[in-house]
C-alpha cells in the first residue's frame, strides 16, 4: 500500500452534473459498483487488495432540504462550505460504538473531514477505523466520502487519511 507518482487519477462524479467530479489519486480501489438510489448516485468499492473499503454518496438535496440546510446558513446561495454537508452527515448509526473521534479542515476548504474508530462492536473485536471526506456542489448536491477498514493498522490510517487529504473536486 504505498503512494507513488504512478497513483491512478479516479473521477468519480454525479450523471446529472458534469460540474459535480471528485478526484482521486490512488490505486487502492479498481472497479466501482455505481448505482441510482432514487436522485441520489452511490458508488462502492470493496474489492481492493488493502480490503480498505471505499464508498461515494452524492446526495441531492430536495427543495425543503435546501431550505433548511443551505438557504438557512446561506441565504444568498453564494457558498458550497463543506461544513454544511459535514454538520448533515454528522449523526451515525453507530454513535455508541465509536471512539477517537477527530475533525479537520476548514469551512472555507473543499473538503471537511472526520474520522473515528470502532474498537469494539456489540461484544466482539472489530477494530474498524472510519474516516469521512464531506464536500458540496452548488446548492444542491452534497457528497459523502467514507473509507474504512477492519482489523485497521497505523499504516493503514495513514494511507486512508492521505487518500483523504488528495481529494480534489475537478476545476
Known sequence: MSFSSEDKTVELSYPKNEA???IMKTNLFDKFEKEWRGEDYYYLCEKGESKIICS???YKLNKDEQKMMVDSFDPEGKTTSPIIPFTYFMNSNLAKYEKNFAKWGEPTDDFMFKQTD??????QKVNQ???YAYCMFGKDLFVNIHLSKINCTKQDSIVMRKVLNDLKKKK
Open 56 to 58: 461515494v454518496l452524492f
Open 20 to 22: 459535480a467530479t471528485i
Open 129 to 131: 477505523k472510519n474516516m
Open 118 to 123: 470502532i474498537p469494539e462492536f456489540e461484544g
